[in-house]
């Protein structure tokens, strides 16, 4: 499912995050300081421009947002007749592709 272009949901989790820091009464400079990272990397974040992903999770836990990280996806997103085929061993690459016949 395509939710829109990558600087579209960039700008919409800058404008998340921008909220929740309002939302809590805090400036860009002191998330910065209790993020350990720099103010350029929170306005960059906020703004919608390229952020790391460790200045994001930083900036979700000083916000006290852990949550929409856990939320990117289970944890456990495998099926249970994979899982048994592999021994209880989780899958640890990717198999090679295959051939495609034209």
């Known amino acids: 499912m395509v939710i829109g272009s ?12 921008r909220r929740e820091r309002l939302q809590l009464n805090l400036g860009q400079q002191t998330v910065a300081d209790r993020s350990g990272i720099s103010l350029t990397a929170v306005k ?5 421009k390229d952020a790391s992903l460790s200045t994001f999770v930083s ?5 006290g947002k852990d949550e929409w990280i856990m939320t990117l ?19 640890q690459r990717a198999a090679k592709s295959k051939p495609r016949s034209v």
Do not use: F
């Not at 990558?6 to 998340?16: E, F, Q």
């Not at 960059?44 to 919608?48: A, D, Q, V």
């Open 44 to 48: 960059n974040l906020e703004s919608g």
């Open 6 to 17: 990558i600087g579209s949901i960039l700008t919409d989790i800058g404008t998340m995050l």
């Open 73 to 91: 996806g289970p944890a456990h997103a495998i099926s249970i007749t994979d899982y048994a085929k592999r021994g209880n061993k989780p899958r």
């Open 59 to 63: 900036v979700c836990r000083t916000l």
